[in-house]
């Protein structure tokens, strides 16, 4: 009799602990989500293996906490939420990750635990990394299922609004000269004006020109070119610099819309990406403020995922497109 009640007093004491080292309650755990607890010593766990990776281990402790625990929250979240949008990773997805892994060592378990050791992992914490990225590839998933479709109407609307992208621009091909003064440039220009063709000239140059490029429409020449409605017709000198040019207009090609049967794939593959993007930071926007929520941390060990965390005024942005 007085064995059970030891026994019974022993287990007692067990749940007592238990209860107080919750987020609130004592100091062997420092943050939960939901009932998961977070202990102490697997932070420090991770602080130390993060710090071995660094090629100069300086990263202050609070900097090597905040990344430890911000870790263990984000894996605890992308298990839980894995776990709600379906059947979560079974026992036997894990098990066979983890022994493909093991057998893509030449020499097998021997090797894998080998660079286990050389990074200061355990077999438990190669384990769990697989668990995350498992429970990840879920979540992923899950979130490309929210992915709305893009219509006719869609890629209408799209099409009228961007009319500027579906037309080439503008071109003229011109023969040009130039000189080093405005004088020379009006002495040729009588010169060569009873050919009326520059390209008779012998330090004539021909070239393109394309409306809107940058670089090229932006100069006095461009400008002219553009400005003018007659062919064959040698007009100037214009100054650019230390240059003066005459040009001569002898090919124009308008612009050309391209019918919208011609651009429909490219304006849905375009649209598509961007509800993809757009479906994805909404997804992740839920995703984090539901286990916000659920993530209590005790003082002193409270990071951004954290419900009792404040917003710094300085704080880095989260990536919206990141399950971070």
Not at 47 to 75: C, H, K, N, V
Not at 135 to 147: D, F, P, S, T
Not at 265 to 270: C, L, P, V
Request: aromatic share 8%.
């Amino acid at each position: 009799m007085v064995a059970r009640q030891r026994q019974l007093l022993a287990a007692a004491a067990v749940a007592a602990g238990v209860a107080l080292a919750g987020c609130g309650g004592g100091p062997a755990v420092v943050a939960s989500v939901g009932d998961t607890p977070i202990a102490k010593a697997r932070v420090e766990h991770w602080m130390a293996l993060f710090s071995a990776e660094q090629a100069r281990p300086d990263r202050s402790r609070a900097a090597l906490m905040a990344r430890a625990l911000d870790y263990l929250i984000t894996a605890q979240w992308l298990i839980g939420e894995a776990a709600e949008v379906g059947s979560g990773v079974t026992a036997r997805e894990l098990d066979q990750q983890v022994q493909e892994r093991v057998s893509a060592y030449p020499n097998g378990a021997r090797e894998f635990r080998e660079q286990l050791a050389l990074t200061g992992r355990t077999e438990a914490d190669a384990r769990f990394e697989v668990e995350v990225e498992l429970a990840l590839a879920k979540v992923r998933q899950a979130a490309a299922r929210h992915r709305p479709q893009v219509t006719p109407a869609d890629i209408s609307a799209y099409y009228k609004q961007n009319l500027g992208r579906f037309s080439n621009t503008e071109e003229r091909k011109v023969e040009t000269v130039y000189t080093h003064s405005a004088a020379s440039a009006q002495a040729l220009e009588r010169r060569i004006e009873g050919r009326r063709r520059l390209a008779g000239y012998p330090k004539h140059e021909t070239l393109t020109y394309t409306k809107g490029l940058k670089g090229g429409s932006d100069n006095a020449v461009s400008k002219a070119i553009f400005t003018t409605n007659k062919l064959d017709t040698i007009e100037g000198p214009v100054r650019v610099g230390v240059n003066y040019f005459l040009f001569e207009v002898v090919e124009l090609h308008p612009p050309v819309q391209t019918p919208i049967a011609a651009v429909a794939g490219t304006i849905a593959q375009e649209l598509e990406t961007q509800a993809r993007r757009l479906a994805l930071a909404a997804f992740i926007r839920a995703w984090r403020a539901k286990w916000v929520a659920r993530t209590d941390c005790r003082p002193g060990w409270v990071v951004q995922k954290c419900r009792q965390y404040v917003q710094a005024k300085h704080s880095s942005p989260e990536n919206p497109l990141a399950f971070e």
